[in-house]
């Protein structure tokens, strides 16, 4: 005959699925899925797997957007982007300054002598905004293409310079007319640029731009000489003078 036992049964074991094992819950007991030998954390409802974080990168991938520079990069656009392209287009908003075309004598010339052609210009850094970002183009002349309004053109590397005392010589940026009448000379300044982000390094563009100078009207004379007993600031009243 069996034997009865008197007392009370246990609690109730509360069992419940989770992405480790079984978590049985009442006993005071964790009792984890992961196979034999598992320890227990000391009971209690154990804590759901945590997603994996992220390693620390460190300072050098984080990105940065308060110094003026595109997202993510911690030094010049050029190192961060070595394959960026600028064009022309994209600095259009970036102006150089037209260069100053001035002539000697001033507004006339003698037919068959040098008329000297003067242009001014120089390297310019604007600073503006380009494709988002603060930056600075600069503007470097590389040479001047001159129509001298009479059907004659040149192209010199520089803008040319002043005959200071030898007046009437040939330059490198001289023209000798050979006809009487009225012309208008021009010169065009041609231009490379470069632009950085950052005061980073600069970086060139390809190609270059020509920005035209306001034309000057030239009138050309023909003149006589005239052979005179001496200088004529010495002595103006002599013939010819």
Partial sequence: MAEQIEGSCPPAVDAGLTPDGVDLI????????????????GGGVAEPPQPPQPPDLGSDETPNNDNGLPPGCT???????????VTWSD???????????????????????????????????????LLGFPAEVRFTPVGFAWDYGDGATGYSASGGSSWGAAAFSETATSHIYTTRGDFSARVAVELSAEYRFGGGGWRPISGTIRLAASAT??????????????SCVARPSDPGC
Avoid at 75 to 85: F, K, S, T, V
């Fill in 26 to 41: 009442g006993q005071g007991e964790n009792v984890s899925g992961g196979g034999a030998g598992g320890e227990s954390d």
């Fill in 75 to 85: 030094g010049a656009p050029d190192i961060c982007d070595p394959e960026l392209i």
């Fill in 91 to 129: 600095i259009a908003s970036f102006r150089a300054a037209a260069p100053q075309l001035t002539m000697e004598p001033d507004g006339w010339a003698v037919r068959g002598l040098p008329t000297n052609f003067v242009a001014t210009a120089s390297v310019e850094v604007i600073a503006g905004s």
């Fill in 217 to 230: 009207p030239v009138s050309v004379k023909s003149a006589t000489t005239v052979l005179v007993a001496g």
